[in-house]
T-cell receptor, first 113, second 117 residues
């Protein structure tokens, strides 16, 4: 079946530091890949997505590249802000379970001033 | 504006009671999903439905039931058989089968927090 593994947190960074959150996946076929963000007390928001190999998703300064050869979709941001503090989820969607999203366990990010 | 509405936002259940969580969408999406979120465990799939009057079990369906009588609605019932129901429940909808784009247009509701008292 499909599965997603992402680095465990919590991750604590100073403002303006470089962020990387690793995500690797196992899937049959050609899944679509996603990063979601959850701010405290809120639901999920789509941060970015990539639907085929070598695609780069980007939004709000965050980027991730769909690497089929390494089955990875690492999230990066060059300079984090305090407002980026949240939980980040890597997810994939494919033929399994009616295209339902398979999520990683989430990585909590805390950015300090 | 189109979207997904989950109600109530907070729900308290006594031991041995069944409770039903509401999920309504006006996006004309064919597929709907229920997820459960626990701290440190991410989101796990409970049930999904790709079409009206049809639904399938996800990874953790035991103790839950659903119905899909209308395209817009996918209510989740947490039964007394669910031994640890305290969690955050998220409903989502999408338009699967969009072909090569793989962009399923997932939309999430704002969630219902269920607590057993």
């Amino acid at each position: 079946g499909n599965s997603v593994t992402q680095m465990e947190g919590p991750v604590t960074l100073s403002e303006e530091a470089f962020l990387t959150i690793n995500c690797t996946y196992t899937a049959t076929g050609y899944p679509s890949l996603f990063w979601y963000v959850q701010y405290p007390g809120e639901g999920l928001q789509l941060l970015l997505k990539a639907t085929k190999a070598d695609d780069k998703g980007s939004n709000k300064g965050f980027e991730a590249t769909y690497r089929k050869e390494t089955t990875s979709f690492h999230l990066e941001k060059g300079s984090v802000q305090v407002s980026d503090s949240a939980v980040y989820f890597c997810a994939l969607s494919g033929l399994h379970s009616g295209y339902a999203l398979n999520f990683g366990k989430g990585t909590s990010l805390l950015v300090t001033p | 504006d189109g979207g997904i509405t989950q109600s109530p936002k907070y729900l308290f259940r006594k031991e041995g009671q069944n409770v039903t969580l509401s999920c309504e969408q006006n996006l004309n999406h064919d597929a709907m999903y229920w997820y459960r979120q626990d701290p440190g465990q991410g989101l796990r799939l409970i049930y999904y439905s790709q079409i009206v009057n049809d639904f399938q079990k996800g990874d953790i369906a035991e103790g839950y039931s659903v119905s899909r009588e209308k395209k817009e609605s996918f209510p989740l019932t947490v039964t007394s058989a669910q031994k640890n129901p305290t969690a955050f429940y998220l409903c989502a909808s999408s338009t699967p089968g969009q072909g090569a784009s793989g962009d399923y247009g997932y939309t999430f509701g704002s969630g219902t927090r269920l607590t057993v008292v």
